[in-house]
């Protein structure tokens, strides 16, 4: 059984590993104040072409979502988010529990929009309601789609002018920057944003994501905050080494750009059987529309997540590469899907 339903059941890179063993016997300051931590967040201010951001590295997406948004939101204010957003769909109604609202806007696309946000403000007239203050977007979004430079300039403008914070989950960051689609850079995403992040975790990291932080308003008393989320990681130099190594050369690109390689084999494939897609993915996640009569074969030898029934004989399923996907697996996979579609004699 070989699996697509994620792009982390690999623990992580055999450079990040060595790096690792080779540290191991070493005493390292912890909380992140080692030098491993301090190289990577050097190579990561090179990399942004910004010296003058803050840089954290937190264990784990949903903890950077909670942590960021709910000290960056005062009491009676909310975030807005894509229905499909992860901070609203897949954690556990993690912001709720900080007291922030999420509100969500319908997008087939997973993107947000100008004139999206501007219906939720429209709609949020006094103190009587929540108070917009934050748009949380992410690149790639939850159904595979990415913004486009002019896409994300447009909404940085709109949110400047209406006085909210832009917020980027870049769990995928890795997938988005090295697609076919892809116009932006991690400069431009600084330039573009007040906060984003860099996830290691979905990119050959055992663990990690490093926040960026931009806004001078968001900065104050971050590592308090960290600390009083259970998000400062005693032994810190741990997810320092691992930046360290995705960012000292092209690692980092070089994983994500193999991971994309690897869908693009699964959906020439796919297209080739005349099977369609939910959403317009050009990075390693697929959501092909199939018949249900071939999916309990097909999940015989790959393990893969169900999104939704499209009517009573198809559903849409997710695939999803990684950095470490075997490509005669991609092939094995076209070859069964192709020998499932053909009619029967």
């Known amino acids: 059984m070989y699996s697509f339903n994620n792009d982390y059941s690999e623990c992580a890179h055999p450079r990040i590993l060595d790096a690792i063993v080779h540290a191991n016997l070493e005493q390292n300051n912890c909380y992140s104040q080692d030098v491993h931590t301090a190289h990577a967040i050097q ?3 090179r990399e942004i072409e910004d010296n003058t951001a803050d840089i954290h590295i937190i264990p784990g997406g949903t903890q950077t979502n909670l942590l960021v948004i709910g000290s960056a939101l005062r009491p009676h204010q909310a975030v807005i988010a894509a229905e499909t957003g992860h901070i609203n769909v897949h954690e556990t109604g993690a912001i709720e529990a900080t007291g922030h609202k999420v509100l969500t806007a319908a997008s087939p696309d997973g993107k947000l929009t100008p004139d999206l946000v501007k219906q939720i403000l429209d709609s949020h007239t006094d103190e009587h309601m929540v108070m917009p203050k934050m748009v949380y977007i992410s690149n790639t979004t939850e159904i595979g789609t990415q913004y486009t430079l002019a896409e994300l300039t447009s909404l940085f403008l709109f949110c400047k002018k209406r006085h909210l914070y832009l ?96 869908a693009a084999i699964l959906r020439k494939g796919i297209e080739e059987c005349g099977y369609a897609f939910d959403s317009q993915s050009v990075s390693n996640q697929l959501f092909p529309i199939l018949p ?19 009517d009573d004989s198809h559903t849409v399923i997710r695939l999803v590469t990684s950095w470490a996907t075997r490509e005669e697996e991609t092939h094995r996979f076209v070859r069964l899907l192709k020998s499932l579609s053909q009619p029967n004699p």
């Open 167 to 262: 917020f980027m989950d870049g769990a995928r960051m890795g997938a988005a920057l090295t697609s076919p689609a892809n116009d932006l850079t991690l400069a431009r995403i600084a330039e573009l944003t007040d906060i984003f992040y860099i996830g290691g975790t979905k990119n050959g990291a055992m663990c990690g994501e490093a926040l960026v932080i931009l806004n001078p308003a968001l900065k104050e008393d971050f590592r308090f905050l960290m600390k009083q989320r259970g998000a400062m990681f005693a032994k810190g130099f741990i997810l320092g080494i691992q930046f360290k190594e995705l960012f000292t050369d092209s690692l980092f690109y070089d994983l994500a750009r193999h991971s994309n390689q690897m």
């Open 292 to 310: 249900d009569s071939i999916l309990p074969r097909l999940s015989e030898e790959f393990l893969f997540s169900v999104q939704k029934k499209t």
């Open 43 to 45: 190579l990561i201010h």
